[in-house]
């Protein structure tokens, strides 16, 4: 059985190897999401310069056109006051002319400022697209790691699989049946080292008698509180971490 709680303790160092590794595969569609919204945010906001500049140009457009419409109407109240005999119909001719003409100064006034925020939003635009090609040039260089990455990750991630497998079916049957048992609930990590008088797992103290199986390592000791199957410390640190061992690439 020393031998079966070995091999369980060196499976389950490959197991947190693969924990590991496995997380980090998942996270690198996360990383590359992230990088992309990244993107489209400082995309949107350069886009967003060129859609305030087209407003102010459309609004600027329109002020003109109702200028011109306002001194069309100055012009032609302008030539009634001239045939106007009636002098009250002419001094309503002549304040309703002074009133356009204030809308056109306002008017004109504004669609000078509404030019001007459109040539600073056409400026704001061209630098916010310049900025882009080094954040594009930045993302599609993550998007290769990331592909890389995903390769090698899933090369040693199949390698190591393969050496776990092998090396668990070295373990005696009841070992293995247990360790699966346990996996799920204890969440890939069924086989931990007693340290001290206290289960390394979830620290409750363990029971002299369960401690003494331990030592002897004869059969099988697990821990009262969360079922762990408990060895050694010294063959828990002992154990070669054979997860180190490189991959198909070297």
Not at 18 to 29: A, D, T
Not at 41 to 59: D, G, I, Q, T, Y
Not at 101 to 107: Q, S, V
Not at 176 to 199: A, F, H, I, N, Q
């Amino acid at each position: 059985m020393k031998e079966t709680l070995s091999t369980l303790t060196a499976v389950q160092k490959f197991d947190d190897r693969l924990m590991v590794l496995r997380r980090r595969l998942e996270s690198l569609p996360v990383e590359l999401g992230e990088q992309e919204t990244r993107y489209s945010v400082l995309e949107a906001e350069a886009e967003k310069h060129l859609v305030e500049r087209k407003r102010a140009l459309s609004w600027a457009q329109s002020l003109e056109n109702d200028v011109r419409d306002w001194e069309a109407r100055v012009e032609k109240l302008e030539q009634q006051i001239r045939i106007l005999r009636d002098a009250g119909a002419a001094q309503v001719a002549r304040h309703e002319a002074e009133q356009h003409r204030g809308e056109i100064a306002k008017a004109e006034e504004k669609a000078i400022v509404l030019l001007e925020k459109a040539e600073k939003l056409a400026e704001s635009a061209v630098e916010a697209k310049e900025g882009l090609a080094p954040e594009l040039e930045e993302l599609e260089l993550f998007r290769k790691t990331v592909v890389a990455d995903e390769v090698e990750l899933q090369e040693e991630i199949a390698f190591l699989q393969n050496c776990r497998d092998t090396l668990f079916q070295k373990a005696h049957r009841s070992g293995r049946d247990l360790y699966e048992k346990l996996m799920p609930s204890r969440k890939g990590r069924p086989v931990t080292s007693l340290r001290g008088d206290s289960c390394g797992g979830c620290g409750m103290s363990v029971a002299p008698n369960d401690r003494i199986k331990v030592a002897k390592m004869a059969s099988i000791a697990t821990c009262r509180s969360c079922s762990r199957i408990l060895v050694q410390e010294e063959v828990w640190d002992s154990v070669r971490e054979e997860t180190s061992v490189e991959g198909p690439r070297a």
